[in-house]
């Protein structure tokens, strides 16, 4: 079973960046695809991206061309780096992981979740 932890967040302002990380503990990541979700007081949870076992990453279309996810197996962590921050997109962020050797990544599925980290982004 695997634990994570995510960090990273924090106060930003409007167009600014954050790096946000997903520790692993109890298991390595190197068969696991990782997402990061977010959710919006009142709102859906919804992911925003996600990298597959095998490096292949994917993003909805609000954050592409500014996030970019990534994953040092060596660390056992994922990385979130958001530029560009958008005041709407200040909430809780959370990673999530489900053990699956493949190229393909979804959001669904996914057993194992941190507890979240805040993002705050003023304008």
């Known amino acids: 079973q695997v634990q994570l932890v995510e960090s990273g967040g924090g106060l930003v302002q409007s167009g600014g960046s954050l790096r946000l990380s997903c520790a692993a503990s109890?298991?390595?990541?190197?068969?696991?695809?990782v997402a990061w979700f977010r959710q919006a007081p009142g709102k859906e949870r919804e992911g925003v991206s996600c990298i597959s076992s095998r490096n292949a990453d994917t993003y909805i279309d609000s954050v592409k061309g500014r996030f970019t996810i990534s994953r040092d197996n060596a660390k056992n962590t994922v990385y979130l780096q958001m530029n560009s921050l958008k005041p709407e997109e200040a909430t809780v962020y959370y990673c999530?992981?489900?053990?699956?050797?493949?190229?393909?990544?979804?959001?669904?599925?996914?057993?194992?979740w941190g507890k979240g980290t805040l993002v705050t982004v003023s304008s």
């Open positions: 109890g298991s390595t990541l190197d068969y696991y695809a």
């Open positions: 999530a992981a489900r053990m699956i050797y493949d190229w393909r990544c979804d959001y669904n599925g996914m057993p194992y």
